[in-house]
């Protein structure tokens, strides 16, 4: 499977274990998300987000294409992430169109205020873009 597709598998035991990786920026990190994002995994998320933006990182990237669930807990962890960064940076979510992140993102009406790319190319351009 190319890490492209979003990961959907038929019961949760099929699902890969959570795991947070990260790749730097020129003024950040990409942090890519894998498996369950909820009120057991959440915390680790929003403390490494919050260490990126502590340590002084003004665009970050979130790839949730291998994110097999996601509640309201995950969803809290990347808007603390985003309304830390604030005026002085970017924040940015890779979210496959037919995903369950990208259904939890329409629920909660998210969508128009969130920078939302199919390609995690195009997410690192739009943070590490100057302005």
């Not at 274990?17 to 020129?26: H, I, M, Q, T, V």
Request: proline share 7%.
């Amino acid at each position: 499977m190319s890490s492209s597709e979003p990961v959907i598998a038929a019961i949760p035991e099929e699902w890969p274990p959570f795991d947070l990786s990260e790749a730097p920026l020129a003024n950040g990190v990409a942090l890519t998300v894998t498996g369950e994002l909820d009120l057991e995994t959440a915390p680790e998320l929003r403390k490494r987000l919050t260490a990126i933006v502590f340590d002084g990182a003004t665009g970050i990237v979130v790839d949730l294409r291998r994110v097999t669930f996601m509640d309201s807990i995950g969803l809290a962890a990347v808007l603390h992430a985003r309304s830390r960064l604030a005026r002085k940076g970017r924040l940015a979510l890779v979210v496959a169109p037919d995903s369950y992140a990208q259904l939890v993102l329409e629920i909660a009406g998210l969508p128009p205020a969130l920078a939302r790319f199919e390609a995690r190319a195009d997410a690192i351009a739009h943070v590490t873009a100057a302005g």
